[in-house]
Each structure stands twice: as structure tokens, then as C-alpha cells.
């Protein structure tokens, strides 16, 4: 019904002749709603004594409600919300309460991982809450004696009350639970618990024996009269809803500013119940409450997209993504924090060492990424046994730098210093000795193993986590520490250039230096034009360019093709040199790995990459390959297998 654009600022339940009757200002409006039993009062006769009662009430609906609950509030992966789950009574706005309840619990349980005993425990509570609010509502029918009609006297003689009665004996006996030190304790809550229990006791006119006032009389009055003033100068309430429609910082003022009540509970809340939630300010403070570093997405969203000072971009340049947050532990300690806390919000993972993915592997726009930079501690260093434990997140150039003072080096070294050790152990390694000794994951000898519940799994060969995280793309775990074997080599390269006039001349030769083990060095690359020729520089490491042994040129002999002058050229002084043009640009790639053994040998194998030029030609990629790719051999484990990569 109408109510002039003057709303009363409170909700009235109104006691009716077979129930009782709601009524909800709205601005404009009243919503009115009698709920009646409608064994005692049918429809019309309902219709007519609600227009009575409220005179210009119209536009009449009806809800037929069922009451009772669902066994289980979760059931597989559904979960059932608000009446979808319970209806009890609409009394008391219940299901709106209840909602609120069951997001609440929803959102914890999500938080904490869920489990099966988890969600038997939240389904049970649920239950039993719902059960309360019945019983909670039962002392609304068997105390109200403001309407004699045949609907009051039989609820009053036959509603079950009987889970209230011993609370009830108590409240009359001893006195409002409100006012005493320390309430007993109830199966509910802040609003339907034991302050609810006083007001709707107190509202029925049932007066506890024991009824101790907490102000003197003469404090009563001077509260009443101060509220009096307030009411006086206080707008009515249709008046101060357009008020705030109109100006906005009055909204602002009573939901922003420090010295607003809602500000304050506000903040007490979030003190006394830290969010578990996945919102920037959830993430904020917990990673102040824990010490962690962090990006948050809105800052990393600002970031200009330059590789490797933004999250957002990776070495491929070819994909942009924000993540929700950045974690950049310090420790390990840390990084298992921030591994259950991601966990438990269910978080997506990434690991970003030195972001030297081609294709967005280590970008993330839904989830985290965590920036593994920070663990780039060598842990120890054993020159005698040649073995050195180092972090995961120390780049290559790092170790290398490291092992320079006593002469020594990793067996195998990718060509960009600049990536992470674990990352390029995650992914395999390919490197200037490949040919020789393989993979890079070939010298690993132990690692750690961090799964994402923060646990620590020292492994070695044979045993599964080993031999499954090597390579294994980051799918089991983060690589947290490696024990890497080194080599004795020093940094000058007495290298020459060779060039082959067809894949299958280089792959010759390739497997020759392979299968003798020939050369400390053999890097080559493809030219995806036509005629498809391939260079190498294959060579040796030695102290100096005054070290060259008289050895080496015999490398070079029986070789298919052509190669130039001995030139040297200190390896290591040109991998810290500052990165040139060609890094700004984008490099997105694929690795194909072929295999090359007697039934697939050169020939074969250059039919296979010939088809490859043809469609890369095709495409029109081959100017975007100006460098062209990398070809190289990986030692024979067995006479069957040896791939080209």
C-alpha cells in the first residue's frame, strides 16, 4: 500500500486472526504479507481481513510455503543456499539471515581446502542452526496472547517448544541472559542467541522473577532525554533517504569516515574475523601479517611491460596477463607459506624464476605467481667432490660466477645465463655440451622438492619425485634446491666456425662428435632459407688463449664440413655483457624433438626437416627467424635411441 513517500524506519509484525502479518516500508511503499494457516482462514477470507486491517492494500499475491529442511546443505559439489536448503517460517527474516550464515561458512570451508570431514562437519552445523531458528520461532506462537481466536488457542497448546523449554524455565527464573557476565551458552547465534531470546520474552510480556536494572532511574531519563533531542532535530526517515540519494558524501560520511559507527564495526569485524578471501585488501593483509613481499594485481596492472621488471610479460613477449598477486618469499620458510596459502584459496600457481618461457608459462591472469628470484643462495660448495648445492632461484650467470674463482663450471650450460636453475631444469636443459653429456638435468645428483602443501622432499635418483620433476614442467612441485655436478673447464673458447651445406652433412658430423666424444663445445643453428645451411662453432674451454693443447686441432679432422680459423673468445665475460637489441623483440617457439637412430638416420631425418622449411616457408615465418633455430644431438644411451633436437 501507498505510504506518501514517508516509510517508518523499522519493520512491523503484526499479530492477525489465523497468523500474523508483516509489513516493510519501502520508499514509496509498504509491502504488506499475512501469513495464514490455511486450514483456519482460506484465501479470500485472508484477502479481506488484510485490506481491513490496512486500509488501500491491493495487488494481492499468493505464496504457499513448505516448511522443513534438506538432509545435507552440501551434497557432491552442490551446495544449497538460503530457502533452496531450509524453510522455517518467514517470521523473523530467517532466510535472508541464513544466507548470509551459509556464504560465510561457505567461504571459510573454501578457504581452508574443504575435506571430506570439513563438509561433514559444516553440513551437520548448518542442520542443526536451521533447527534452532525453528525452535527459536516456536516462542513467538506459544507466548503470543495478544489475538483469542481458534488459530492462537491451538498453537498455544500444541506447538512443540520442547528444545526451549529448559532455556526458557531459566530466563525466568534467573533473568535476562543479556544482562548477566557471562550467557549461557546456545546452539545460536549473535541475532537469534540469547539477546534475541530477551527481546522476544520481554515482547511478549513475559517478565523474568529476577529483573535487574543496569542504569539508576535518574540515568534512564537523562539517556531518554537526550534521545529526545536527537528525534527532534533528526529527519524523517522518507526525507533523509532522499537526502542521501541526492548528496553522496553523506553515504560516504557514514560508511568511510573513521568516527562513523559503521566504520568502526567495520573494523572490528575484520579484526576479530581476518577475511579469508581472494579481494586485493585480503591479500594485502596477509602478506603483512606474514612478511611476505607481494605485488598486489592492481599495482602490477600500472607496470610497463618490460621483461623481467613485469609480471606481466615473459621472455616470448607474445601474451600479456595480470595476476591477482605477486608473492615474492624471501626464504623457503616463506615460500611454503605462500604455497598453503594460495592452496588453501584455491588459488592457480605460477613460478617465475627469470620468466624465460616462450609462450606464457609463467604468467598468470587468474591466481598468482610467485617470483622464486629471491632463493638464489649457494648452500654449499664442495670443490674436492665436485658438487655445489645452490637455490633454485640463482640464474646461471650467478653459479657460474660463483665457480669461476676455482676454475669449474656446470657439465652443460644453456646459452641464456640469464634464466633460473630451476626453471631450466624444470624444462630439460639443452646446452653447448649436450652433445656430450645430455640434458642439463643430467648433472643433477639431488634436489629438494616443495609440493604445494609446503612440504620439503629432499630426493634423489630412482626415487619418483626425482626422476618425475626433472622435466617435469613444474606439474609435481617447485624445485627449491638443487646439487648440481661441475666440471673443471676454464672460460676462454678456442673455437672454429663450421659450415655444412645440408642437414644431413651436419647430422654426419654431429654424431661422430657425439658417439667420440669430441669437443667441449658444438652449438649450431639452422637457416630456415633456401639451401637450409647449417653453422656451428665447435670447440674447446681452456684457461687461456696461451692454453690452447696441441690436441684439439685433431678434433677437426675427418670432419664433412668446411670450418675457418682458430678464434677464441672469453665466454664468460660475453655472457654478463649487457643484453642487446634482440631481446626487446617477441620470441615465441617450439622445441621439436626428433628421433634419430637406425631406422631413422640422417637422411630420413633431413626429409623430416625439409617438410618443416617448406611449411615455415609457407606460413611466411621464416622472417621472423632471422637467427634461425638451434639444431643439436643428444648422446646415444643405447644403440637405439639417439634424438635430434
Request: with cysteine; glycine share 8%; charged share 25%.
Amino acid at each position: 500500500r501507498d505510504n506518501g513517500g514517508q516509510p517508518r524506519p523499522y519493520t512491523t509484525a503484526t499479530t492477525m486472526q489465523s497468523g500474523w502479518c508483516w509489513q516493510i516500508p519501502m520508499r514509496g511503499e509498504d509491502h504488506l504479507g499475512y501469513v495464514h494457516a490455511s486450514r483456519f482462514i482460506d484465501v479470500d477470507a485472508a484477502k479481506a481481513e488484510l485490506a481491513a486491517r490496512f486500509p488501500g492494500a491491493r495487488d494481492f499475491k499468493v505464496v504457499r510455503f513448505q516448511s522443513g529442511r534438506r538432509r545435507d546443505f552440501i551434497h557432491g559439489n552442490v551446495v544449497a543456499i538460503g530457502n533452496s536448503y531450509a524453510f522455517v517460517e518467514p517470521l523473523e527474516s530467517t532466510a535472508i539471515h541464513m544466507i548470509i550464515i551459509e556464504v560465510s561458512r561457505l567461504l571459510g570451508l573454501l578457504a581452508e581446502g574443504g575435506g571430506e570431514r570439513a563438509i561433514a562437519t559444516t553440513s551437520h552445523e548448518i542442520g542443526q542452526h536451521w533447527d534452532w531458528l525453528k525452535s527459536f520461532l516456536a516462542l513467538h506462537y506459544r507466548f503470543n496472547r495478544r489475538v483469542d481466536s481458534p488459530f492462537w488457542r491451538e498453537v498455544h497448546l500444541t506447538t512443540n517448544w520442547s528444545a526451549m523449554e529448559p532455556i526458557v524455565a531459566d530466563f525466568q527464573a534467573h533473568g535476562a541472559f543479556s544482562a548477566r557476565a557471562e550467557p549461557p551458552r546456545m546452539a545460536g547465534d549473535a541475532v537469534f542467541g540469547p539477546r534475541g531470546i530477551d527481546i522476544v520474552m520481554l515482547g511478549q510480556r513475559l517478565v523474568p522473577d529476577v529483573l535487574t536494572p543496569k542504569t539508576s532511574a535518574p540515568e534512564w531519563h537523562a539517556l531518554m532525554a537526550m534521545r529526545d533531542q536527537v528525534v527532534a532535530h533528526a529527519l524523517p526517515h522518507g526525507e533523509a533517504l532522499r537526502a542521501v540519494a541526492a548528496e553522496r558524501r553523506i553515504w560516504d560520511d557514514l560508511v568511510h569516515k573513521e568516527s562513523s559507527w559503521v566504520h568502526q564495526m567495520t573494523t572490528d569485524m575484520q579484526r576479530a574475523v581476518p577475511t579469508r578471501g581472494r579481494s586485493q585488501e585480503a591479500l594485502a593483509a596477509w602478506a603483512k601479517a606474514n612478511g611476505v613481499p607481494v605485488v598486489l594485481g592492481r599495482d602490477a596492472a600500472r607496470l610497463p611491460d618490460e621483461f623481467g621488471a613485469s609480471p606481466n610479460i615473459d621472455f616470448g613477449k607474445y601474451l600479456r596477463k595480470v595476476p591477482e598477486v605477486v608473492f615474492r618469499p624471501r626464504d623457503q620458510a616463506q615460500l611454503a607459506e605462500c604455497l598453503r596459502h594460495a592452496s588453501q584459496r584455491r588459488m592457480p600457481i605460477r613460478v617465475r624464476g627469470a620468466a624465460h618461457s616462450s609462450g606464457g608459462q609463467t604468467l598468470a591472469d587468474e591466481g598468482c605467481v610467485i617470483d622464486l628470484r629471491w632463493l638464489q643462495r649457494v648452500l654449499h660448495d664442495d670443490a674436492a667432490q665436485q658438487r655445489i648445492r645452490v637455490e633454485a632461484g640463482a640464474w646461471w650467470l650467478e653459479l657460474c660466477g660463483h665457480l669461476q674463482a676455482t676454475g669449474r663450471r656446470p657439465a652443460v650450460l644453456t646459452d641464456n645465463w640469464r634464466s633460473s636453475v630451476g626453471g631450466t631444469l624444470a624444462v630439460g636443459g639443452f646446452g653447448d655440451a649436450s652433445h656430450r653429456y645430455g640434458l642439463q638435468v643430467g648433472g643433477v645428483r639431488e634436489l629438494v622438492l616443495m609440493t604445494v602443501d609446503g612440504t620439503r622432499h629432499r630426493v634423489k635418483p630412482g626415487d619418483d619425485l626425482f626422476d618425475w620433476s626433472l622435466a617435469g614442467r613444474g606439474q609435481l612441485g617447485l624445485i627449491t634446491e638443487v646439487v648440481l655436478d661441475t666440471i673443471t673447464r676454464g672460460t676462454t673458447l678456442a673455437a672454429r666456425v663450421i659450415e655444412w651445406t645440408s642437414v644431413e652433412r651436419f647430422l654426419e658430423d654431429a654424431l661422430t662428435a657425439s658417439r667420440e666424444g669430441r669437443f667441449d663445445w658444438l652449438r649450431a643453428r639452422l637457416e630456415w632459407t633456401p639451401g637450409m645451411i647449417v653453422a656451428a662453432a665447435a670447440g674447446h674451454l681452456v684457461p687461456g688463449p696461451d692454453a690452447i693443447p696441441a690436441t684439439a686441432a685433431a678434433d677437426f679432422e675427418g670432419l664433412i664440413g668446411r670450418y675457418g680459423p682458430l678464434e677464441t673468445l672469453d665466454v664468460f665475460d660475453k655472457s654478463v655483457e649487457a643484453t642487446d637489441s634482440e631481446w626487446r623483440h617477441a620470441a615465441p617457439c617450439v622445441e621439436i624433438v626428433l628421433p634419430l637412430n637406425g631406422e631413422s638416420g640422417p637422411e630420413e631425418t633431413g626429409r623430416v626437416i625439409r617438410r618443416v622449411a617448406d611449411r615455415i616457408a609457407d606460413s611466411g615465418l621464416a622472417r621472423f627467424l632471422p637467427r634461425g633455430s638451434s639444431l643439436m644431438v643428444l648422446p646415444a644411451k643405447d644403440a637405439q635411441r639417439l634424438p635430434l633436437a
